[in-house]
Each structure stands twice: as structure tokens, then as C-alpha cells.
């Protein structure tokens, strides 16, 4: 089991840049971490896999804009978003697969302006 806490969020403008932050009460280093939001209206979609072996995943809509880290010692991974787009408007889980269960933060909101 684990708890996630997410931060970071705010109100950007277009082109902007936030880091978003997912603190876990346990170690995370042979855990496989994501991120994940969900647009109003729409269904909760993947953003950013890093996997505990140390490779990542980002999906096409994000690439080459977002990267995701982590950081062990602290139990942290991080979604850094540069050039964000209204179309990021969304609340942003962090999410922690073990042993196939899911577990999911409360959320952080993410409002990129035109």
C-alpha cells in the first residue's frame, strides 16, 4: 500500500512551464510510476510512465514537451511540462502500480490559459 500526494498545480498561460510534484509515504525505486489526468468531460488518460528499471514512456501528445523523472531519495517523481497548451487543461494523479493494484493521488489542477 501507499499514499500519493501530488503538487504543483496552478494557472499558467500558454507556453508556460510547471513541475509537478507526487510524494509516496513508502520507497518507490522498484515501483513503477505514472501520471495520468483527466480533461472535464473526458476520460482519465495516461500522460507518463517511468519504469522502476529506469526507462520512460510519454505519450505523442506530450513528447518532446513533458518529461517525467524521479527522484528515490525522496520517494518523488516529478512531471516537468514546458510549453504547455490549453489542451493540458486538466487534473493531473499521480499513480503508483504494486503488485497490479492501482493507487491513485487526490489530484492536481493544471489550467493552462489562451
Known amino acids: 500500500q501507499v499514499l500519493l500526494v501530488e503538487s504543483g498545480g496552478g494557472l499558467v498561460p500558454a507556453g508556460g512551464s510547471l513541475r509537478l510534484s507526487c510524494a509516496a509515504s513508502r520507497p518507490i525505486y522498484r515501483i513503477n510510476m505514472s501520471w495520468y489526468r483527466q480533461a472535464p468531460g473526458k476520460q482519465r488518460e495516461l500522460v507518463a510512465h517511468?519504469?522502476?528499471?529506469?526507462?520512460?514512456y510519454l505519450v505523442d501528445s506530450v513528447r518532446g514537451r513533458f518529461t517525467i523523472s524521479r527522484d528515490d531519495a525522496k520517494n518523488t517523481v516529478y512531471l516537468h511540462m514546458n510549453s504547455l497548451k490549453p489542451d493540458d487543461t486538466a487534473v493531473y494523479y499521480c499513480?503508483?502500480?504494486?503488485?497490479?493494484?492501482?493507487?491513485w493521488g487526490q489530484g492536481t489542477q493544471v489550467t493552462v490559459s489562451s
Open positions: 517511468d519504469f522502476s528499471g529506469g526507462s520512460q
Open positions: 499513480n503508483a502500480l504494486i503488485n497490479l493494484q492501482d493507487y
